[in-house]
């Protein structure tokens, strides 16, 4: 069964740091195109940010400037650099397929908030 499994959330301050991981299990997603997406209380889901297996990154305008997404092939594992941080980042953050994510592949997520 496949699955992508999140960490790296937590509770930090407006302007700080953090980083996500995304660890696929149960298929290799190497040659994806992989995103990040994050859901916020009372809203829809959104692509924050994607990245293809030639290294191309794509951002929400929202996050340009301050996020970065990577991905290490020989670990099979994505990353969302998330610097100075804003209240209304705070949001579950999911990765997934990031043209057209695949419902089944949905993991928890992982909690972000960003409070003073």
């Known amino acids: 069964q496949v699955q992508f499994v999140e960490s790296g959330g937590g509770l930090v301050r407006p302007g700080g740091s953090l980083t996500l991981s995304c660890v696929p299990s149960g298929r290799d997603f190497r040659i994806y195109t992989m995103g990040w997406y994050r859901q916020a209380p009372g809203k829809q889901r959104e692509l924050v940010a994607n990245i293809t297996s030639s290294l191309i990154t794509n951002y929400a305008d929202s996050v340009k400037g301050r996020f970065t997404i990577s991905r290490d092939n020989a670990k099979n594992t994505v990353y969302l650099q998330m610097n100075s941080l804003k209240p209304e980042d705070t949001a579950v953050y999911y990765c997934?397929?990031?043209?057209?994510?695949?419902?089944?592949?949905w993991g928890p997520g992982t909690q972000v908030t960003v409070s003073s």
């Open positions: 997934n397929l990031g043209v057209v994510p695949d419902p089944r592949y």
